[in-house]
Antibody, heavy 118, light 109 residues
């Protein structure tokens, strides 16, 4: 079964750093892009960026460029989304999804809730 | 950035009726358009890609049409499990700046 399993919920303070993960299984992790999507409380989906774990080619939405870092460790089939200095406005659910240039996002992780509050 | 606009924001439909959801792109995205379903507390699920191809395991009552800038998702006979929020997404450009519509909530009438 193709699966993406994300790390657990996080509660952080403003200014702290954070790295959340997304582990793939059941398919060739290095052969598919992984994308990240933000969903703020009660709001819609926002496409953040994608990474190709095979060579770490990474692309960002202009809205998120410089705000987050997307990375991957292909040796453990895991992609990451990280912040160096969190803000309250980063409070959201974050999803990873297997992504293809021909079909969008076909397999989704369960989501990671990030809460940033003083 | 390509802006995706969905209408209506909310659609009230009775079970067994047809639902028609619209998605418009600010510029042509060819057929590089996907539809997703999201239920409360769940991750989105891919329904349609390539504007009209059903994803694996998606029932035949879901159909997509359109190309260029105008797209439609039709649910032919709404079942109780279909009440959810539906998003369109364009994945046309490369390097990617893929964008979602703001969503259409399908609620029970």
């Amino acid at each position: 079964e193709v699966q993406l399993v994300q790390s657990g919920a996080e509660v952080k303070k403003p200014g702290e750093s954070l790295k959340i993960s997304c582990k793939g299984s059941g398919y060739s992790f290095t052969s598919y892009w992984i994308g990240w999507v933000r969903q703020m409380p009660g709001k819609g989906l926002e496409w953040m960026g994608i990474i190709y774990p095979g060579d770490s080619d990474t692309r960002y939405s202009p809205s998120f460029q410089g705000q987050v870092t997307i990375s991957a460790d292909k040796s453990i089939s895991t992609a990451y989304l990280q912040w160096s200095s969190l803000k309250a406005s980063d409070t959201a659910m974050y999803y990873c999804a297997r992504t293809g240039r021909d079909y969008g996002m076909d397999v989704w992780g369960q989501g990671t809730t990030v809460t940033v509050s003083s | 950035e390509i802006v995706m606009t969905q209408s209506p924001a909310t659609l009230s439909v009775s079970p067994g009726e047809r639902a028609t959801l619209s998605c418009r792109a600010s510029q042509s995205v060819s057929s590089n358009l996907a539809w997703y379903q999201q239920k409360p507390g769940q991750a989105p699920r891919l329904l349609i890609y390539g504007a009209s191809t059903r994803a694996t395991g998606i029932p035949a009552r879901f159909s997509g049409s359109g190309s260029g800038t105008e797209f439609t998702l039709t649910i032919s006979s709404l079942q109780s499990e279909d009440f959810a929020v539906y998003y369109c997404q364009q994945y046309n450009n490369w390097p990617p700046t893929w964008t979602f519509g703001q969503g259409t909530k399908v609620e029970i009438k």
